[in-house]
């Protein structure tokens, strides 16, 4: 009779915990903006964006929002760790860079007052790798900070995918002195560029071999003509396939956004 107890009391824990996970993935859910922004149906922008937690709930996040109405923020982050920790830390990392993006003229700005932010109270020196760009609409000037993070593929109109090799300091709350640069870029019609978290590209085989950068650029050159939703689908689709058999362990994110023609 023991025993049964027992196993009843270990049972309803694991269910609450469970119930706890449910929760908790639906509020990081709820806290990030949806997959396919509403504007993007009257501008002549297309942005579509998917998140793949490993776990119940993750470390990456993607986000946009108009800083003006001629400008917009958009970016996307990877935290160290799993799980609950780097959930939390994401929406305390979040909330904090688009404060700051609302406020400051410049990406290297936002970063700047964000990492003392997050540096302040860090105990479990957790950090995170982020991409911010600013899209002045009527010019199509892209400026963007690169905060160690994997660097995003710009694919030009009738060209091939190049990467945008640039960093422009440490990842977030690593070191509070950190200054970050940035760099700027212009978009043409049909141009398309994607960020992606390294979820992605290190998603490996059973063979241990890991998807990598250049079947990302492949799978860009496939899918040239299709909608940005299309293209992520067929992306998400490629690697599942090429890691069938085995867990994913890690957060798979990206945001692709093309310029309309």
């Keep these: 009779?023991?025993?049964?107890?027992?196993?009843?009391?270990?049972?309803?824990?694991?269910?609450?915990?469970?119930?706890?996970?449910?929760?908790?993935?639906?509020?990081?859910?709820?806290?990030?903006?949806?997959?396919?922004?509403?504007?993007?149906?009257?501008?002549?922008?297309?942005?579509?964006?998917?998140?793949?937690?490993?776990?119940?709930?993750?470390?990456?996040?993607?986000?946009?929002f108009f800083i003006d109405e001629n400008r917009m923020c958009f970016l996307i982050?990877?935290?160290?760790?799993?799980g609950t920790p780097a959930a939390l830390f994401?929406?305390?990392?979040?909330?904090?860079?688009?404060?700051?993006?609302?406020?400051?003229?410049?990406?290297?700005?936002?970063?700047?007052?964000?990492?003392?932010?997050?540096?302040?109270?860090?105990k479990e020196s957790m950090f995170a790798t982020v991409w911010i760009g600013i899209l002045d609409i009527r010019t199509m000037t892209l400026q963007y900070t690169n905060a160690g993070h994997n660097y995003p593929i710009l694919q030009r109109k009738g060209?091939?995918?190049?990467?945008?090799e640039t960093v422009h300091?440490?990842?977030?709350?690593?070191?509070?002195?950190t200054q970050y640069d940035q760099s700027e870029i212009h978009l043409e019609k049909?141009?398309?560029l994607l960020l992606y978290t390294d979820g992605a590209t290190e998603a490996?085989?059973?063979d241990n071999e890991l998807y990598g950068v250049e079947r990302v650029e492949r799978m860009l050159e496939d899918t040239r003509d299709c909608s940005g939703e299309e293209t992520l689908?067929?992306?998400?689709?490629?690697?599942?396939?090429?890691?069938?058999?085995?867990?994913?362990?890690?957060?798979?994110?990206?945001?692709?956004i093309s310029i309309k023609e």
Excluded at 169 to 177: I, K, S, T, V
Excluded at 233 to 256: E, L, R
């Design 1 to 64: 009779r023991d025993s049964t107890q027992s196993v009843l009391k270990s049972r309803a824990k694991v269910e609450a915990i469970e119930t706890d996970l449910r929760i908790a993935a639906k509020i990081q859910t709820d806290a990030l903006p949806p997959t396919t922004p509403e504007f993007d149906k009257y501008l002549n922008i297309d942005m579509k964006c998917c998140l793949n937690t490993a776990k119940e709930v993750g470390g990456d996040f993607y986000d946009y």
């Design 77 to 82: 982050a990877d935290v160290s760790g799993k």
């Design 90 to 122: 994401m929406m305390t990392a979040k909330t904090i860079i688009k404060d700051y993006a609302l406020f400051k003229e410049s990406t290297s700005e936002i970063l700047n007052e964000a990492n003392v932010r997050l540096c302040e109270n860090n």
């Design 159 to 164: 060209k091939g995918c190049e990467e945008l």
């Design 169 to 177: 300091g440490l990842m977030l709350a690593a070191f509070e002195n």
């Design 190 to 192: 049909g141009d398309r």
């Design 204 to 206: 490996h085989n059973k």
């Design 233 to 256: 689908n067929k992306m998400v689709d490629d690697i599942n396939s090429f890691a069938k058999g085995v867990s994913q362990f890690d957060d798979i994110t990206m945001v692709i």
